[in-house]
């Protein structure tokens, strides 16, 4: 990265600051032609973000600077881009179809990716069909699928995403170690028919093993002994701890997909069986057209790095410091905190690969909630706070309203348009002012300044035709790219995170403090007076 491109990105930044998006359009005439396409399915709309033709052009003056090409050859293929734990990322080779030649560290791996999936697909048809039964010869009728982060919110949001209605599997998700969340997945089920899967890559982590835990002395209570273990399930990284924690069989997957990132993997065995293996290779495919279109297209027509250039322009060039995310569909209710994870643990980092201290942006703070239930709720912040908080729509044209009688055309995705619309163009005082004009003049101007909008607010809009696997494959590969182009650009590796390691420390000496029946004495005062509450 020279400091020529950043030179002229601030350059930009101070010029057009204040740059009214809606004028951008008369302005340069090509504005929506350059800055939608289509990729993999989906289309997007990054033509209402605050760039002006300009400092588009600085934007895309850092991709090249950073060598994003350089970088996205790196990570596919196969290098130790997670330079902290010398580890390849090499989450698409888990999409890519069957007979691919992928390496990570220069180690072929797509035979066995192709094995595991086939093994997958394989037990998946078995248990779906009634052949793979529980210890008493009953099929199974249930998933309790216990994983927390990576583990749990990829497969969560693609069940979510894509479940039938009235699954003949029902799945459940434990994540967290509050035994309240177990009780509730628990509730209902019979131990005779329910299948329990444990996915943590590294099987050791602490909320998941406590949920392990509470599963099988839950199986235990009514189920024999003999054939016990075809009821727990491991998928993870590490297969001798599974084995040894009891499972009766294990699903691998190695230490080259990231957590976060694990979704393609066996991690989403649980989706495999509910929705079956047709309906996760068609998301798989998904997936792999927007690798091959982030692979081919040219920056300036690439979606992950314009997306990924939006968020710079937000964060670095104007100091925007949170996004929100609406996906307006039911379906997608657990994007906002899959990107999450995906964003914040990635990005949220303060040093650059070198360790020297990061002195551009890094990730902003990410939120959301499925639309039109946020435009009821921080929605008002968004149009008339203080701070401008960047919007991203994600709209689906078909709803999934099968169950019930839905109008043909949903008022959904009218919706989001409406609400781009409004950050955009707001409403000045004087037109606030027009409509009360049957008002006292006094009273109407003081009404006047609450009801008007700022606008020039920034927002993309990604449209989907239906919210099918190869859409929603190609939706979360779209984000992961746009994540790992933003690692690039700010020179951070995007792939570990150090930063969740001391909590997890600490806990464990707090747990040590619990046993003792005491805060130990090294204790800041005010977490020892908790603790000695919380104990008793
Ligand atoms: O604590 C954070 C984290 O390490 C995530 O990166 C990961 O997705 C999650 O914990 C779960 O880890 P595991 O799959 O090893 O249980």
């Known amino acids: 990265m020279t400091d020529a491109a950043w030179t002229a990105f601030d350059a930009a930044a101070d010029r057009d600051r204040e740059a009214c ?132 919110l990829g497969p969560r949001l693609v069940w979510d995403a894509l479940r039938p209605l009235d699954p003949a599997i029902d799945v459940r998700f434990v994540a967290n170690i509050d035994p309240r969340d177990m009780a509730e997945a628990l509730t209902g089920l019979d131990p005779e028919t329910t299948l329990v899967i ?19 002395a839950w199986l235990a209570k009514t189920l024999p002994e003999a054939g016990r ?8 990284a590490a297969p001798e701890r599974a084995e040894g924690f009891g499972c009766g069989r294990t699903f691998a997957f190695r230490d080259w997909v990231g957590g976060r990132y694990s979704l393609w993997s066996a991690v989403s065995l649980s989706c495999v069986i509910g929705l079956g293996p047709e309906v996760f290779g068609r998301m798989l ?6 690798d091959e279109h982030f692979l081919s297209a040219p920056l300036e027509r690439n979606a992950p790095v314009l997306m990924a250039l939006a968020q710079v322009w937000n964060v670095d060039g104007l100091k925007r410091r949170a996004r929100t995310v609406a996906p307006y569909a039911h379906g997608l209710r657990r994007l906002p905190a899959f990107l999450q994870q995906l964003e914040m643990e990635s990005n949220g980092k303060r040093v650059r690969r070198d360790g020297s201290p990061a002195t551009r942006g890094t990730c902003p703070l990410v939120f959301g909630e499925p639309g039109t239930n946020g435009q ?20 689906v044209r078909r709803t999934q309203g099968d169950a019930v009688e839905a ?42 300044a609450h009801k008007t909008f700022p606008g020039n607010r920034p927002s993309t809009t990604i449209v989907m035709e239906a919210l099918t696997p190869e859409a929603l494959g190609a939706l979360i590969a779209l984000y ?22 001391l909590g997890k420390v600490l806990a464990k000496a707090i747990l040590k403090d619990v046993e003792a029946g005491r805060p130990s004495e090294e204790l800041d005062p005010s977490t020892a007076d908790l603790l000695a509450r919380l104990i008793g």
Request: with cysteine; proline share 4%; aromatic share 8%.
């Open 480 to 501: 992961e790219h746009k994540t790992f182009v933003e690692g690039v650009i700010w020179d951070i590796n995007s792939f570990d995170q150090w930063g969740v390691e």
């Open 198 to 216: 444990v996915v943590s890559k590294t099987f050791t982590t602490q909320e998941t093993l406590a949920n392990a835990d509470l599963a099988k």
């Open 21 to 152: 998006i809606l004028d951008q359009f008369a302005a340069d005439p090509e504005r929506l032609s350059r800055m939608t396409l289509e990729a993999a399915g989906l289309w997007l709309d990054l033509s209402k973000q605050s760039w002006t033709r300009k400092a588009f052009e600085a934007c895309l003056g850092l991709a090249r600077s950073a060598n994003v090409e350089r970088a996205r050859g790196q990570l596919f293929g196969g290098d130790a881009i997670n330079f902290t734990e010398g580890r390849a990322v090499l989450h698409p080779a888990l999409r890519a179809g069957p007979g691919g030649n992928f390496v990570a560290l220069g180690e072929p791996v797509s035979d066995e990716v192709d094995t595991v999936r086939r093994a997958m697909a394989d037990y998946a048809n078995a248990v779906r069909e009634g052949r793979e039964t529980g210890a008493t010869g009953k099929a199974f009728k249930a998933i309790v699928h216990v994983g927390i982060g990576g583990s749990d």
């Open 229 to 236: 273990e075809k009821h727990i399930i491991g998928v993870t």
């Open 407 to 448: 109008p043909p055309e949903s008022p959904l995705w009218a919706n989001a348009l409406a609400q781009g619309q409004a950050l955009m163009q707001g409403k000045t005082t004087e037109a606030a002012r027009a409509e009360l004009s049957g008002l006292d003049p006094a009273e109407a101007d003081r009404l006047a």
């Open 376 to 395: 009821h709720a921080f929605f008002q912040q968004i149009h008339q706070g203080p701070e401008v908080v960047p919007a991203e729509f994600v709209v």
């Open 285 to 290: 495919e998904g997936a792999w057209a927007m």
